[in-house]
């Protein structure tokens, strides 16, 4: 029992490790679906993010001065996104699909040009990251059966961008549902003709969206390599801007479904890594492979309409133009 | 998204998409000038390594087998106004029933009649792998896009388990399967130069590359000279359009895709029937991607494509010398040079019409209109 209890206290907190870059870009892939643009490029920014960040932080020596260099090249990617899908009104999916690629090349060719360490930063110290932090009252807390030990285990004794996210999911949600902003940004999304005769700029509106979306794939990436990790590895983000996409399309574009989403989706891979070489009864091995394509799985029979029925917004990939 | 009707073909088909080229190469010289090397002698060095070293042309050619199929795969499906991202995950299943095939067979049967079997079976799997998110976007309205991606990390998934757990030789470290039986396989080109008495350098280029152009002839044929092709055309121009003239919207969606899947599994007849010679993991190595690539630049033409193709062949091939030659620059330069190509032949591929047409209007309207 008490080892059982362990086992899912451990469980829960590395959920939450895995999950909190699939927040950040899963919201960010929100802000800019809801306004109409399309967001392959999630995996792409994360990745190029995580690599400015590192770089700045091992060449200045400040964390905070990295997480700014990561919105910074987060943000500049969404205007490339911007220029070409929204001003000049090319394809969103194409143009998603070249900032990954993109994001791949520039990452590991800079790293190799700088540092010569085979695209890998060097390592950060301690003082480079963003540390865990512990809550006050731990020790008086940890003597309270189960909820003590939850406090302490699970919800303290994480970076400032773990909790950061959580909060980035409250943003979210009340700028896109309680703000006129968030009004005119679905209306755009859905109908911009509409918003458009209203005398809103469907233009700004849209740059807007991303810009927002950009500062929230920097964020996801300065986790993956100066809190949650201690320097930029090559292709560090491994597919997860492609998780958080299908976690937005399982929280059908709704900020807090897409959080339990992205947690659902973070415990699988948690629970995967967890049962490998572990016979279960009935079952028996597990192998880490099903773990690993259940969020896909998932997400493609949810959009299939099996499990409910997953809307995207309605304008979602049209360019807008005025005349027609 | 259309060309523009003011200017002439000429110039919407062959000079802009030059021009788009050409910025692209003009940006990732910048980005060689930055880190501080020379682009020119990048340029160099590329070529001489794509064109000019024994095989070298060999291997070139035989990368550019690789994104003939998997840019016809994609421009097949853009015909229909369907994107295909996921020639990746259909290139990899291809080379399972390729692996499947030469497995079960290749003891029993003479080689030839597996090599031929196999071919089907990678034309077979790929097809499956494409037909699941046709129907799902035909008969259940999700995303090709997104189900694509989603089934390439399926893809991936599956062969890991496959190979880690199944179909592994027994006793090996590394998960590729045994090598497949010594009849079974597409002859390299090098060694049918031999039968005939001509000395050519080695290199993995094989049968497949000739496969490749008589596909190629096949697409031309079957988008622009049969019923078929008529019918996925109209379904690219319009969706309404085509249910008003009476095709069937979702079939021809499904057999759309079914073909495009085909057409990347062909990646693995390259691949495995043509070097490996067994069964592997990775194998795919992002061909499927540089196919969408392809297929943008040559503009979903089999002639344009097959030209991508070679530039893109030569880009991967001459990639490899940077290594060489350079300590500061790889070859995964030709991933940047890649993505910017999709940026700007692409996402960007309008972007300089206004100005050509302005141009145009200048120089050649007044002429016209007199």
Redesign the interface.
Known sequence: MLESFQIIISLLDSTIRIATPLIFCAMAGIFSERSGI?D?GLEGKMLLSAFVAATATFLTGSPILGLFGAILASCSASL?HG???IT????Q???G??????????T???G??LF?RG?QTPPLASEQRFMPIDFPFLDQLSFVPVLGELFVEVISGHNVLVYLSVLAVFFTYYVIFKTRFGLRLRAVGEKPEAVDTAGISVIKMRYQSILIAGMLCGLAGAYLSIAHGAGFGREMSA?KG?IA??AM?FGKWNPIPTLFACLLFGFLEALGVRLEGVELIWIGEV?V??M??LP??L??VL???FIGKAR?PGAIGV?YSKES | MSDSNIIPKWLSVGVIPLMNLFLAFCVSGLFIFFIGENPFRAIFVMIKGAFYYPGAIGYTLYYTTNFIFTGLAVALAFHARLFNIGGEGQAYVGGLGVGLVCLIFDQHVMGFLVTILAILGSVIFGAIWGIIPGYLQAKRGSHIVITTIMFNFIAAALMVYLLVNVIIEPGQMSPETRDFASGVGLVQIHIFAKYLGLEMAMSPLNLSFIGALTVSVGFWFLVWRTKFGYELRSLGHSETAAIYAGIKVSSTIIIVMAISGGLAGLVAINELLGVHNKLLLGFTAGYGFTGIAVALMGRNHPFGIFLASLLFGALYQGGTELDFEFSSITREMVLLIQGLIILFSGALAYMLNPLVERFYLKYYGSINSA
Do not use: E, H, M, R
């Open positions: 399309i392959i490339i220029f070409a899908c000049n009104k090319g394809d999916v194409i143009s699909l070249a900032i990954n690629i993109l994001a791949s090349g520039l590991i060719t800079l190799i040009a010569s695209g597919g492609y996409l299908a399309i192998p492979q099903v690993q394509a896909y799985v997400t493609v959009l299939a309409g995207a360019p």
